[in-house]
């Protein structure tokens, strides 16, 4: 069944390249379908096309699908085109002519644009919640070990001393400034584009601002032709934004894949959760964040898909945006399943507290020593030759007290300002808003 049939059968392998994997992917739009549908048909009666009747019947048949969605009951028929044909199919089954008025004043076209927009506001509140969850993860692990030092690298040389503290904390606070972008995307999302019909608007006297407060969006997009060439932008300004994330995610993956190194031995995990060798039996292989890193660096690859699908594409809808969802929706799962699995590793880590003392890392403190000097009041460059030249005589001593205290520091984390930035973040997105908005138009 298709809403646009008229008298002409399309060819079998026409329709079956064109609607492609929709039906799959469909499923994760349904329950965002018959949001979307509640609040324009609560429009429409409000503008004289429903009756109060109608608009009743309607609206107690769509939330019954909303239950069979949530409850895995809804399925869309092979015969069926996409989501939006099997809610109205089902709706009309049900409550008869009613069901069929649904559709007036809107287009497929504006009709997914709400639906992905609903979708894409869903799927950024779990990813931000389990970011959230990550972070407080971090921020303790790097409070209970902020004292216990590492060495710190450039160039992958030994450089100064670093922390377990700075360490964590240093990917707690990369989450904070990846939270920006996610926070732009949600901001992209959370504009309503239902009324723009087919990308031109419609001849019916629509109350946009009407479906826009009931679907808790805090705008429109205006322009109807933008809320159109909006579709594309949107999917790629949210890759963007879960690519930041996924980049943190696949830095420390890399971190952890050296740091568990026996070359390095600075971190361990226990042996069932690592995996091992079908030939060297001493091999416990960080098989999980190889396979986070390698995850996340292909979620990076995602903002470039899109663009390449959408470039140059003119004004209007076309059907290769139809192939979006088969880039951006497999990714949600993929980055929720990374910041899960990395949240619950960390659970489970353990950390050598006396790295420090191999003698092979005598030389990170070469720049305290250096400090010291100019503390007694030696110029800086000639202390620097002094302690460079006691390097090469194999007569450098070093000075093990690490005396940082700046903001940010070892021996000054400031922890508590990147939590404050944090939770400011998190509450800049409004998600109760939109959970009462949706929580009002269900009841």
């Not at 809403?3 to 799959?24: L, P, Y």
């Not at 030994?158 to 990846?178: N, R, T």
């Not at 002094?386 to 070892?410: R, Y």
Request: with cysteine.
């Amino acid at each position: 069944m298709k809403i646009w049939q008229k008298n002409i059968d399309v060819d079998s392998f026409v329709e079956s390249f064109t609607v492609g994997n929709d039906r799959a992917l469909d499923l994760q739009l349904a329950a965002a379908d018959v949001l979307g549908s509640l609040a324009h048909t609560q429009m429409l009666n409000s503008i004289g096309l429903l009756s109060d009747d109608e608009l009743k019947v309607v609206q107690d048949e769509l939330k019954n699908i909303y239950r069979d969605i949530e409850e895995n009951k809804f399925t869309i028929e092979d015969s069926v085109e996409d989501v939006h044909s099997q809610i109205e199919m089902l709706l009309t089954e049900r409550v008869g002519d009613a069901g069929k008025k649904i559709h007036s004043g809107r287009s497929r076209n504006d009709q997914v644009l709400v639906d992905l927009k609903l979708y894409f506001r869903s799927e950024i509140q779990s990813l931000v919640l389990q970011v959230e969850e990550l972070f407080r993860k971090l921020i303790e692990l790097s409070d209970k070990h902020q004292n216990i030092l590492i060495p710190g690298y450039t160039h992958l040389q030994i450089a100064m001393p670093s922390s377990f503290g700075l360490w964590f904390g240093a990917y707690a606070e990369s989450l904070v400034d990846d939270l920006e972008l996610m926070k732009a995307s949600w901001k992209v999302c959370n504009k309503n584009p239902l009324g723009s019909a087919a990308g031109y608007g419609s001849s019916f006297p629509l109350n946009r601002r009407m479906t826009t407060n009931l679907l808790g969006f805090d705008d429109l997009n205006y322009n109807v032709v933008y809320a159109q060439m909006g579709r594309g932008k949107t999917e790629r300004i949210l890759a963007q934004g879960m690519s930041a994330v996924a980049a943190t995610l696949a830095k420390f993956a890399m971190d952890v894949c050296l740091f568990i190194n026996q070359n390095f031995g600075f971190i361990s995990f226990p042996a069932n959760l690592t995996t091992g060798s079908s030939i060297m039996p001493h091999k416990k292989n960080p098989d999980v964040f190889e396979l986070v890193r390698a995850r996340c660096n292909k979620i990076q690859a995602l903002p470039n898909e899109i663009a390449l699908m959408t470039t140059n594409l003119p004004s209007g809808y076309h059907r290769d945006l139809q192939l979006l969802k088969e880039n951006l929706f497999p990714a949600f799962q993929s980055l929720s399943e990374c910041l899960e699995i990395t949240t619950f590793m960390l659970d489970h880590i353990s950390v050598k507290e006396d790295v420090l003392d191999d003698p092979k890392y005598d030389y990170l403190f070469s720049v305290e020593v250096v400090n010291n000097e100019v503390l007694q009041g030696i110029p800086f460059r000639e202390a620097y030759r002094n302690i460079g030249l006691a390097i090469e005589q194999g007569t450098f001593k070093p000075s093990k007290a690490v005396q940082h205290t700046h903001e940010g520091s070892i021996g000054n984390l400031c922890n508590q300002e990147i939590v404050r930035m944090f939770d400011e973040n998190i509450a800049a997105f409004g998600f109760p808003k939109v959970e009462n908005a949706l929580s009002q138009l269900l009841k």
